[in-house]
């Protein structure tokens, strides 16, 4: 079985920047592809970034250029930088995790920008 802890959510000051880990445990493929999704109230969930193992990482055009994807040494840490927050980054984030045809996620973590 596979576990994704995700934390670092809050409330944050418009302009700040939040780093937000997901730490994955259990039985993980060192193949895989690891991802950020978001879900802003009365929105569908979409997706953010991701970060293959293989080393291609993609980031959404809608928060290109504040969102940075990235992993620790040893492939089970995601973290999402997210530099100036807007407040249209409120939502909760959710890591999810794909191995082959099976998908797991996180129970996410709630950003609220506000001043």
């Known amino acids: 079985q596979v576990r994704l802890v995700e934390s670092g959510g809050g409330l944050v000051q418009p302009g700040g920047p939040l780093r937000l880990p997901c730490a994955a445990s259990?039985?993980?493929?060192?193949?895989?592809?690891m991802s950020w999704y978001r879900q802003a109230p009365g929105k569908e969930r979409e997706l953010v970034a991701s970060?293959?193992?293989?080393?291609?990482?993609n980031v959404a055009d809608s928060v290109k250029g504040r969102f940075t994807i990235s992993r620790d040494n040893a492939k089970t840490t995601l973290y999402l930088q997210i530099s100036s927050l807007k407040p249209e980054d409120t939502a909760v984030y959710y890591c999810?995790?794909?191995?082959?045809?099976?998908?797991?996620w996180g129970q996410g973590t709630q950003v609220t920008v506000s001043s």
């Open positions: 970060d293959s193992s293989l080393g291609s990482t």
């Open positions: 999810e995790l794909s191995m082959g045809q099976y998908n797991y």
């Open positions: 259990g039985s993980v493929s060192s193949i895989n592809t």
